[in-house]
């Protein structure tokens, strides 16, 4: 059974420039989340798909920011026209919930992609 | 505006000890509670969830929630150097979407 997978690990980029990060979840689990952190703080949520459809954004995904997950396996996120304030881990989340009310919905955590914007 | 408090630390304790972590959380309809760790440079790492008042234990770890109080805490029995890490409460609130608080660094000295 293989864990959350991201590609790259490491991406270092002049601000300014488009990057896209990819996500792979748990096989089978049904929502994928996507999170950043920032040195010193814990991850804040950016967006979370429920199979294909994503479900909630948070305020803090600018409109430079846009994700997907057309065919509710993988995940991409873009950035476009990055900024030295995106630099980031980026960090994506899976989970396998029911849906039913008091779900657990216990997330399990890709190695995260680190963005560097020069 | 749901927070998640926690102290930053470090905590330092020496090996063998019971470390004693703490968090507490803003919103009272809060349903569920994790603690991940956390090794500089990686990724969050599952250790617990609970999602009902009292304890529960698993191998060296027990976490507790009182709701009541709007607290949750994570105890390392027998502490070890490999402990060390940076220890991150989470709560889901509503969505199922996580809340962080920024995480206690341990420190387990040999």
């Known amino acids: 059974d293989t864990g959350v997978s991201q590609d790259p690990r490491h991406k270092i980029t002049k601000r300014g420039q488009n990057v896209t990060f990819r996500c792979d979840p748990i096989s089978e689990h049904n929502r994928l989340y996507w999170y950043r952190q920032t040195l010193g703080q814990g991850p804040e949520f950016l967006t979370y798909?429920?199979?294909?459809?994503?479900?909630?954004k948070s305020r803090l995904l600018s409109d430079r920011f846009s994700a997907e997950r057309p065919k509710g396996s993988f995940s991409t996120l873009e950035i476009q026209r990055t900024e030295q304030g995106d630099s980031a881990m980026y960090l994506c989340?899976?989970?396998?919930?029911?849906?039913?009310?008091?779900?657990?919905?216990?997330?399990?955590f890709g190695p995260g992609t680190r963005l560097t914007v020069l | 505006q749901k927070e998640v408090e926690q102290n930053s630390g470090p905590l330092s304790v020496p090996e063998g000890a019971i470390a004693s972590l703490n968090c507490t959380y803003s919103?009272?309809?809060?349903?569920?509670f994790f603690w991940y760790r956390q090794y500089s440079g990686k990724s969050p790492e599952l250790i617990m969830s609970?999602?009902?008042?009292g304890d529960k234990e698993d191998g060296r770890f027990t976490a507790q929630l009182n709701k009541a109080s709007q607290y949750v805490s994570l105890l390392i029995r027998d502490s070890q150097p490999s402990d060390s890490a940076t220890y991150l409460c989470a709560v889901i609130s509503g969505y199922s979407t996580l809340t962080f608080g920024k995480g206690t660094m341990l420190l387990v000295s040999p």
């Open positions: 919103d009272r309809g809060s349903q569920s």
């Open positions: 989340a899976s989970s396998l919930t029911s849906g039913r009310a008091g779900g657990t919905d216990t997330q399990y």
């Open positions: 609970i999602y009902s008042n």
């Open positions: 798909f429920q199979n294909e459809a994503q479900l909630e």
